[in-house]
């Protein structure tokens, strides 16, 4: 029996993305975050007194300006050579851009595999044969797992490989393969790299995505980590996820439909996110938060947002003590109208309603409407042009949405309006 790591897509020293935009934020910790869960990595690999790690490529992010990101990654590696513990390793898209990963040596525990063709490396007193090919440029849209060689007979063999399998989600199209290539080439585990989160493809034999072991954004949500493998003496196999993760991205969906105050709304992603911390162990948490559903508030939330966006922030830092930073707030709430809207074509409510529907059923933003927003687009700061919930007057889902919030509250603003005179 014996015992191995499976990990991928390191991404060491990746840069977490506009922390420095949010006030408060724990820029550093999260800087550092890629490093921390990569000791976790190796610490776990001593612990647990594997036999060899597999890294199923993307150890670093692309190119580096110096060499401390390669150093700090020498460092580790010898503390894996020290524990007796080999560590092999196929490049993959984002290694390939890396100048670092082609003139950097490595202990001599790590064994990289060639990108110009296909290999096998054998331990001969385990009886393992590993079998990979790294990525000879950032862009390989060949298969690269059809030239691997036969299994090794008598040995447990293992497919080493970086690729996006049959496609998945916000990953790019790298050396696709299927799963039933792999089953039929006759390995008995399958060690994926790429996409960034866990996956078991197939049990027999195992095809798995190890997932990267530290998040870095906001889609990357759920704890992230590693494979331990534990080999059998007839080769069957187990596998256990194990988390790496040091910080946490969550998605908070807050639905605040009929909350009568602000405060309402506050209670109600307090104890949602103080559910996230239980849930996630009390581990630090980078969470976005959205808030939706119909509500008497939404005017009150509309009219004075940034109000609001940092009430929330106050009160997460309040119910979790610091444990959760409100990485963005995103805002949908919708006004619930219960009063008769006036069946009449004419008058002011009449036209509004008219335009807005005409609007409404407009497959592209109307020149006429876009020319009555230039004057004032002209005098908007940049930033509420170009930041990700910035203003969109030429994009038209952004309209549509936008006019659909607006339209219960210009309509009850008439209705109090007529009602008056």
């Known amino acids: 029996m014996f015992k191995f790591i499976h990990a991928a897509d390191i991404h060491l020293d990746s840069p977490m993305r506009k922390l420095d935009y949010y006030e408060g934020a724990p820029v550093e910790k999260f800087r550092q975050a890629t490093r921390r869960a990569f000791e976790n990595l190796i610490q776990t690999a001593i612990s647990e007194s594997v036999a060899f790690v597999v890294i199923a490529g993307d150890l670093y992010d692309g190119d580096w300006k110096d060499y401390n990101t390669g150093l700090y990654l020498v460092s580790q590696m010898s503390r894996l050579r020290d524990a007796g513990i080999s ?13 670092i990963t082609k003139t950097l040596p490595f202990p001599d525990n790590v064994k990289l595999f060639p990108s110009d063709k296909p290999a096998t490396f ?14 000879a440029s950032p862009a390989v849209k060949k298969d690269l797992a059809s030239g691997y060689p036969l299994p090794v007979e008598g040995f447990y063999n293992i497919g080493l490989l970086h690729t996006c399998a049959t496609g998945r989600a916000g990953h790019e199209p790298y050396a696709p393969c299927s799963p039933e290539d792999l089953k039929n080439k006759g390995y008995d585990y399958w060690a994926l790299g790429h996409v960034h989160s866990h996956e078991v493809i197939d049990q027999h034999p195992l095809i798995v995505f190890s997932g990267n072991i530290q998040g870095r954004n ?4 759920g704890p992230k980590g590693c494979i331990l493998v534990t080999v059998g003496q007839s080769h069957d196999t187990e596998i256990e996820f194990i988390p790496m993760d040091v910080v946490r991205w969550a998605i908070a969906e807050v639905d605040v439909a009929g909350a009568e105050s602000g405060y309402d709304i506050l209670d109600r992603t307090r104890k949602l996110l103080e559910c996230l911390v239980e849930e996630n162990d009390g581990m630090p948490l980078a969470v976005r938060i959205h808030i939706n559903g119909k509500t008497a508030v939404h005017e009150q939330i509309f009219s004075d947002p940034e109000r609001w966006m940092n009430e929330i922030r106050s009160a997460a830092l309040d119910a979790c003590n610091g444990r959760v930073w409100v990485e963005k707030i995103k805002i949908g709430t919708r006004l619930p109208y219960s009063g008769r809207i006036p069946e009449q074509k004419d008058g002011a409510i009449g036209e509004l309603l008219k335009l807005l529907d005409e609007l409404n059923a407009e497959t592209s933003v109307h020149p006429d409407l876009i020319s009555e927003l230039t004057d004032l687009e002209r005098k908007l700061p940049l930033e509420l042009k170009t930041m990700e919930e ?4 030429s994009d038209t889902a952004w309209m549509k949405n936008t006019l659909e919030q607006v339209r219960p509250m210009l309509i009850k603003r008439l209705l109090k309006k007529g009602a008056g005179e």
């Open 218 to 221: 906001p889609r990357e949500t």
């Open 122 to 135: 054998q331990m001969e007193n385990l009886r393992v044969a590993i079998h990979g090919q790294g990525f």
């Open 87 to 99: 560590v092999i390793i196929v490049s993959g898209n984002h290694d390939a851009a890396s100048s």
């Open 390 to 393: 910035g203003l969109k007057f």
